[in-house]
């Protein structure tokens, strides 16, 4: 195969897919722009950062799988590709521990002033008297939202530093996700307003997109207390920034940001924001996945990926549709034999029946197998017997989803 690494991965990672025979060709030069230039003959294709737009999709004449070294695939046209018949896959969870350790290090760097006493060192100034002045972290109430795996993360550790962490209750969540929250020492309030009103520092740890585009805005920053830390180690629009400035000034909130609405998209650019030079504001440079450590555990996700697909299964896809999408399910006991599948095939195309996911699974000793086919449609009785009547089909069974 062909692999085109848009963004960097380790020589380490790489050579292991030259060793399989890849054509591996690693271009971190590549960006928005000259991306559809140079993607039309890749099979996949291997990105942390650079979008991938629908250009990119049309024009990538061989491209079967589209890996997000990492979590967040807000930056992938992911529609575009399921449109193509283009897995995209990701990397979730390698980085959730660096991310938690440099959100606890900003919310430490606001509380003890870090940043601005090693700039006063480093030009040669003393001020005890004005860097003595924290408040300590001990007892605090620590909000937050997105509880996922680096929610949780971040979780553990601030408990670790003594603070009580909240997080909101929501009705629809999964009673093993729910009991998770608790195990980690969690403490579940009503709705989002009960969080913003108890907490001393909110953390947010939320997935990019339209659903938490502008989350925090007047409305979120008029709930905190007056004095707050808000800290953001997600994705930048998910921030009102002109919001957060007018807080910070009315409100004395104290922002920890790793990440910018309007960041630049390469490694090294210059960058005007009014809200990175505020004094009430330690940022970072979008740098919270940014550890050797999770470096190597992501990378290592990315070969997995890209392996199970050589062999045709798929790992943390994320633009397939759920298991169970037709109307109704055709489950097929037969003998395991050459041309039972395709006389199956052929009376579902001569109903006119369009078959939506289908897999094929063959028990032990390689003599029965069981087809679960998944139709657009209902399935008469007539169809029922004509199926059953097949050579070699042992069973049929018709349910539909809807029961």
């Known amino acids: 195969m062909k692999i085109l690494f848009a963004d960097a991965l380790p020589d380490a990672f790489v050579d292991i897919l030259r060793a399989r025979g890849d054509e591996c060709v690693v271009r971190p030069d590549l960006d928005t722009d000259n991306l559809p230039d140079s993607v039309e003959d890749a ?219 309007d960041e630049p998209g390469s490694g090294s650019n210059s960058f005007a924001s009014e809200l990175a030079t505020n004094p009430n504001v330690v940022g970072t440079h979008h740098v919270g996945a940014s550890t050797q450590q999770a470096q190597d555990a992501t990378s290592a996700g990315t070969i997995e990926v890209i392996e199970a697909y050589r062999t045709g299964d798929l790992v943390n896809c994320v633009n397939m549709a759920r298991p169970r999408v037709g109307a109704s399910t055709i489950t097929i006991r037969h003998y395991d034999r050459v041309g039972v599948l395709a006389a199956v095939f052929e009376v579902l195309r001569v109903a006119k029946i369009n078959v939506q996911t289908m897999q094929n699974k063959v028990f032990e000793g390689a003599n029965a197998a069981v087809a679960i086919i998944d139709i657009a449609g209902k399935v008469s009785e007539k169809l029922t017997g004509e199926l059953s009547s097949l050579d070699n089909v042992i069973l049929v069974r018709v349910t539909d989803q809807d029961q």
């Open 43 to 261: 099979d996949v294709l291997v990105v942390r950062s650079t979008e991938v737009t629908g250009e990119v999709i049309d024009r990538a004449q061989r491209l079967g799988l589209i890996v997000r070294s990492g979590a967040g695939t807000n930056t992938i046209d992911c529609q575009a590709a399921a449109d193509a018949g283009v897995y995209v896959c990701n990397v979730p969870g390698t980085n959730s521990v660096a991310v938690a350790e440099l959100t606890i290090g900003l919310l430490l760097a606001i509380d003890r002033h870090i940043a601005d006493a090693a700039g006063d060192l480093r030009n040669g100034v003393w001020n005890k008297e004005r860097y003595s002045r924290a408040e300590g972290l001990l007892g605090k109430t620590f909000g937050v939202i997105g509880v996922g795996q680096i929610g949780l993360a971040v979780a553990d550790r601030a408990r670790a530093f003594g603070m009580a962490v909240i997080a909101e209750r929501k009705p629809g969540r999964r009673p093993d996700t729910e009991a998770r929250i608790r195990a980690a020492g969690i403490r579940l309030v009503d709705d989002m307003d009960d969080l913003l009103e108890q907490s001393d520092i909110v953390s947010i740890h939320v997935p990019g997109g339209s659903a938490t585009t502008g989350l925090v805005d007047a409305s979120f920053l008029e709930k905190m207390k007056d004095g707050a830390v808000l800290l953001n180690t997600s994705r930048g629009e998910v921030i009102d920034e002109a919001a957060l400035l007018h807080a910070i000034e009315t409100k004395g909130i104290r922002a920890g940001l790793d990440v910018f609405r």
